[in-house]
């Protein structure tokens, strides 16, 4: 049971525009810390997506957008290709634990 | 570019200690304005947060697993460590290694990861 709620599994066609929900609790998300996204392709590494809830790293098309509002955060990804096919992550630290905490993780599949 | 890259048994006896470590290269361990982390994914399953070390020795861990983990740092050979004790079935997954700032809590880059399972 992970602290961040992800749905398991979204899915688009070619070019749509899809969205990734990431649900948390007043310890975290809600008080104000930081989302972090991470997209993880089939036998890879997680990499960082998106950091500070809604900032791109250098190389991150911008077809991937973030945002965050309240106790939750969504990831879009606009003009789906078949290579956004992962799994997504968001991840953010919660004061209870004192430590990070990471959703159960969202399988992209582009129709 | 700073890479980490993840060693050790890839198949550990129930009851027995896990012990991982992870090499950094491409810059210094020593640097005060980091955390190095371990993260781990079962197989099939998500993401889960070990624990952190900054190159002074400071350590936080999951309190879930504290009472089985521990994380050192040898700043010598530019490594940190990762040892679990008690390992049963549930500790079988993918183990990485990652950086993390102090000021900010994501992890970027990350290692390859390395697969470890737990069986007699």
């Known amino acids: 049971q992970s602290v961040l709620t992800q749905p398991p599994s979204v899915s688009g066609a070619p070019g749509q525009r899809v969205t990734i929900s990431c649900t948390g609790t007043n310890s975290n998300i809600g008080a104000g810390y930081d989302v972090h996204w991470y997209q993880q392709l089939p036998g890879a590494a997680p990499k960082l997506l998106i950091y500070g809830d809604s900032n791109r790293p250098s190389g991150v098309p911008d077809r991937f957008s973030a945002s965050k509002s309240g106790t939750s955060a969504s990831l879009a990804i606009t003009g789906l290709r078949a290579e956004d096919e992962a799994h997504y992550y968001c991840q953010s630290y919660d004061s209870s634990l004192s430590g990070s905490v990471f959703g159960g993780g969202t399988k992209l599949t582009v129709l | ?120």
């Not at chain 2, 399953?45 to 089985?68: A, C, D, V």
């Open chain 2, 1 to 120: 570019q700073l890479q980490l890259q993840e060693s050790g048994p890839g198949l550990v006896k129930p009851s027995e200690t896990l012990s991982l470590t992870c090499t950094v290269s491409g810059g210094s361990i020593s640097s005060s304005g980091y955390y190095w982390g371990w993260i781990r994914q079962p197989p099939g399953g998500g993401l889960e947060w070990i624990g952190l070390i900054h190159y002074t020795g400071n350590t936080y861990y999951n309190p879930s697993l504290k009472s089985r983990v521990t994380i050192s740092v040898d700043t010598s050979k530019n490594q940190f460590s990762l040892n679990l004790n008690s390992v049963t079935a549930a500790d079988t997954a993918v183990y990485y290694c990652a950086k993390r700032t102090i000021v900010n809590t994501w992890f970027d880059p990350w290692g390859q990861g390395t697969l470890v399972t737990v069986s007699s």
